[in-house]
């Protein structure tokens, strides 16, 4: 079973910034693929982005250079750097760990996923 724990979450005006971590075991980091997902109301889970075993990352669509992911394997942590938000980036975000795919596609059957923090982007 592998566990992923997210936080710093939280409500920030347009415009703002937030950065997202998420903490695992120290194997996590060296065997898996993270990633950063995101679920509105009403709406279907989509990728943020990810990050594979060799570093290679991707982002949605929608993220257009504003979305940052990144590690440090030291600290056992993967975070996501979100500037210039926009109200429709209102979401939970979800951290997710896939093994067995290394979230080599978009999406995974395998990822185990944390509880999901809530990110509030107000006008």
């Known amino acids: 079973q592998v566990q992923v724990v997210e936080s710093g979450g939280g409500s920030v005006q347009a415009g703002g910034s937030l950065r997202l971590s998420c903490t695992a075991a120290a194997y996590v980091f060296v065997s898996c693929g993270m990633g950063w997902y995101r679920q509105a109301p009403g709406l279907e889970r989509e990728l943020v982005s990810t990050?594979?075993?060799?570093?290679?990352?991707k982002y949605g669509d929608f993220v257009k250079g504003r979305f940052t992911i990144s590690q440090d394997t030291g600290k056992n942590e993967l975070y996501l750097q979100m500037n210039s938000l926009k109200t429709e980036d209102t979401a939970v975000y979800y951290c997710a760990a896939d093994c067995v795919t290394g979230f080599q596609g978009e999406y995974s059957d395998f990822a185990y996923w944390g509880q999901g923090t809530q990110v509030t982007v107000s006008s």
């Open positions: 990050i594979t075993v060799d570093g290679t990352t």
